[in-house]
């Protein structure tokens, strides 16, 4: 079952970096999105989720695994502080932070 659902999260993700261009989006997009309460904003959640699950299954022993909430509350408050990232790198970068602090 945790195949499928990782399948399927690789799936969304690169169809929303494809369609919408999600990774190249600045994080100010990304909290205008969220503010507004979009579908386009549920997709970089959707993009930002598939990227941690697919990190997530390479690094078996110190990966990070939020929940919805705690991805958006994370994500909102790294972007706050950094409007002009790219909203990969934000992903990206929580990721690696989260993670190693475990």
């Given at each position: 079952?945790?195949?499928?659902?990782?399948i399927l999260?690789?799936?969304?993700?690169?169809?929303?970096?494809?369609?919408?261009?999600?990774?190249?989006?600045?994080?100010?997009?990304?909290?205008?999105?969220?503010?507004?309460?979009?579908?386009?904003?549920?997709?970089?959640?959707?993009?930002?989720?598939?990227?941690?699950?697919?990190?997530?299954?390479?690094?078996?022993?110190?990966?990070?695994?939020?929940?919805?909430?705690?991805?958006?509350?994370?994500?909102?408050?790294?972007?706050?502080k950094n409007?002009?990232?790219?909203?990969?790198?934000?992903?990206?970068?929580?990721?690696?932070?989260?993670?190693?602090?475990?």
């Amino acid at each position: 079952m945790k195949k499928i659902y990782l399948i399927l999260m690789l799936v969304m993700s690169s169809y929303g970096y494809s369609y919408f261009q999600i990774g190249t989006q600045n994080c100010a997009k990304f909290l205008d999105e969220i503010e507004k309460d979009t579908i386009v904003g549920g997709y970089m959640l959707m993009y930002a989720a598939g990227i941690i699950d697919a990190k997530n299954s390479f690094v078996f022993e110190w990966g990070f695994e939020p929940d919805e909430p705690l991805l958006r509350r994370s994500l909102v408050k790294y972007c706050e502080k950094n409007l002009s990232v790219s909203f990969y790198r934000a992903v990206n970068d929580l990721w690696f932070k989260s993670a190693m602090a475990r």
